[in-house]
């Protein structure tokens, strides 16, 4: 595996085990299902345009 695929997963395990953390301590409710969903939009956003700008130039 590449230093980057390894910086990855490794960034990823740690994203997870921060957010098991906050969602254990949060009561149950709906913004225990809405706010993940937002804030997995906000954090994927940027590499949705990333991914939007290539495949416009590559055309």
């Known amino acids: 595996m590449t230093p980057i695929a390894?910086?990855?997963?490794?960034?990823?395990?740690?994203?997870?085990a921060g957010w098991n953390t906050?969602?254990?301590?949060?009561?149950p409710g709906p913004s225990s299902m809405f706010v993940?969903?937002?804030?997995?939009?906000i954090a994927v956003a940027p590499l949705r345009a990333a991914g939007?700008?290539?495949?416009?130039?590559?055309a």
């Not at 906050?22 to 009561?27: E, H, S, T, V, W």
């Open 36 to 41: 993940p969903i937002i804030d997995e939009a």
């Open 22 to 27: 906050i969602a254990r301590r949060r009561p």
């Open 6 to 16: 390894i910086g990855l997963v490794v960034a990823s395990a740690f994203a997870h």
């Open 52 to 58: 939007i700008l290539i495949a416009v130039k590559a």
